[in-house]
């Protein structure tokens, strides 16, 4: 068993060249060569969810670690800012509600946020949580400027996310990447060893591209990693088809993303500069289109297995509710360089299939409860997703929320509490009782402290520019 020296790719969409770039600034002066091979057709290296994708605030971090100017790639991919995620016609036919980057309102000493609400709640004030974030106040009115990095300025209390181009995000990954040997030739199949291990990739050209080490950063077709495993979430996701698209648009786009339910699934919106991409998801139970390409939602059982490592949507396919697929694609980019063997069969591989899938399967409980919480009666895909029974890790965080608003967490959460909390009470669930802890607050006291916070909130929001403004002041032609 030789030690590894040299490194495949196979896909140059954005998984691809993000780990290209990953992988030649962790490897350089190793000795370890470094090749991509090209697939062709449309990047669905993170899912076919269409030609844009959404981050979440956490991606800063990649652009941080690998020089990537933000303002320059926002100007390169048609990129605008995001300040969280709205939802439409999910908590019931009519409902909207929005979840934020950052903090939801501000605790009383020991006192959380929430306890505070469902104590007002409780006295009949209609209070809405998400009017004391600033960042959802500012999308609502459609602001923005980025934070301030002063912890006592109500202007540090959000975050912020991009959406942008995949193929322009790809290229810049690929500008930026030294010493990877590309080929344009496209892929048509592996060769492999006697043990099942990948020894070369055969390109369309006749040549062959040998490694030692192998990403698959094919997509859902996971070209190379198909016999690592399937763990099917079908019973939980039943969206089984996806429609991509783009259109133009004159005008300010949106700080946000948008995802509207329909009768029989959803449809999301990226808003880039020109015109929003487009993904319309349903199930094919429900609803038929020709047109549309089919999706099985799940995760690969062994994301690295052998001398092949699945990364992006090779490894796990989510529907795109929020911009976690790019997010795992990054944490499994940063995992595979924390963990690099020396050899592919190393024990490294245990601990990294550990970790991915936690972290997909956290990920799909997020996902679930937005449709096991659903409000759309009398629609038969709603109403099935309703009443399926779901995963018992997300059951027992539904159970302690609705009895006194309390959150469990797991290791290896993308979202976090308050993000939890946020979309259970958008979708309309609220405890049963609130917690103990908010009678040592007077009612008085609270209805002071949340009025304060609103005219905070409100008077920075108004004192922020026009999200078109900013994205003009980087150079964005809008």
Not at 110 to 123: H, M, N, Q
Not at 128 to 153: E, I
Request: hydrophobic fraction near 45%; proline fraction near 6%; include cysteine.
């Amino acid at each position: 068993m030789g030690s590894i020296r040299r490194v495949v790719i196979l896909g140059g969409g954005v998984a691809g060249w993000m780990s290209a770039l990953a992988l030649s600034r962790a490897l350089e002066g190793s000795g370890i060569a470094l090749d991509l091979v090209e697939i062709g057709g449309p990047d669905h290296s993170i899912g076919p969810f269409g030609p844009g994708e959404a981050t979440l605030p956490a991606f800063h971090l990649f652009l941080g670690d690998y020089g990537i100017d933000e303002d320059a790639l926002l100007r390169a991919a048609r990129g605008t800012f995001a300040l969280g995620a709205a939802f439409s016609g999910w908590g019931g036919q009519q409902s909207a509600w929005f979840l934020p980057f950052g903090d939801i309102g501000a605790a009383m000493g020991p006192v959380g946020f929430p306890p505070l609400v469902a104590k007002l709640r409780a006295a009949g004030h209609p209070v809405r949580p998400t009017d004391f974030s600033l960042a959802a106040v500012a999308a609502a009115a459609g602001r923005f400027t980025r934070p301030s990095d002063d912890p006592r300025s109500v202007l540090s209390s959000y975050g912020y996310g991009l959406h942008l181009d995949k193929a322009a995000l790809a290229a810049v990954c690929r500008g930026l990447a030294q010493g990877v040997t590309g080929h344009p030739s496209p892929f048509v199949r592996a060769i492999r060893a006697g043990n099942g291990h990948v020894t070369a990739l055969e390109l369309e050209s006749g040549a062959q591209v040998a490694g030692d080490l192998f990403l698959d950063c094919s997509g859902p077709a996971a070209l190379l990693s198909q016999d690592h495993g399937f763990d099917s979430w079908s019973a939980w996701l039943a969206c089984d088809r996806v429609i991509e698209g783009a259109s133009a648009q004159d005008g300010v786009p949106p700080p946000y993303t948008h995802a509207a339910a329909h009768p029989a699934g959803w449809r999301r919106s990226v808003p880039l500069l020109g015109g929003p991409s487009e993904a319309t998801l349903f199930a094919s139970a429900h609803h038929t289109d020709s047109a549309a390409t089919a999706i099985h939602q799940g995760r690969r059982v062994r994301a690295w297995q052998g001398n092949v490592v699945a990364i992006g949507a090779a490894a796990a396919l989510i529907e795109p509710l929020y911009g976690h697929n790019l997010q795992l694609a990054h944490r499994a980019i940063q995992r595979l360089v924390a963990l690099f063997p020396n050899h592919a069969e190393g024990p490294e591989a245990a601990e990294y299939n550990r970790i991915a899938g936690e972290e997909a399967d956290r990920v799909r409980d997020f996902v679930i409860a937005h449709y096991k919480t659903n409000g759309r009666i009398g629609e038969p895909f709603w109403d099935a997703a309703r009443a399926m029974a779901v995963p018992d890790t997300l059951q027992y965080k539904l159970d302690l929320y609705a009895s006194r608003g309390r959150m469990p967490m797991y290791d290896e959460e993308l979202f976090d509490r308050g993000e939890w909390i946020a979309a259970l009470d958008g979708q309309g669930v609220h405890p049963r009782r609130y917690d103990a802890l908010a009678d040592t607050v007077p009612e008085p006291a609270i209805i002071q402290h949340v009025t304060r916070l609103r005219e905070l909130i409100v008077d920075a929001a108004k004192a922020m520019p026009n999200h078109g403004v900013t994205l003009a002041q980087i150079g964005g032609a809008v």
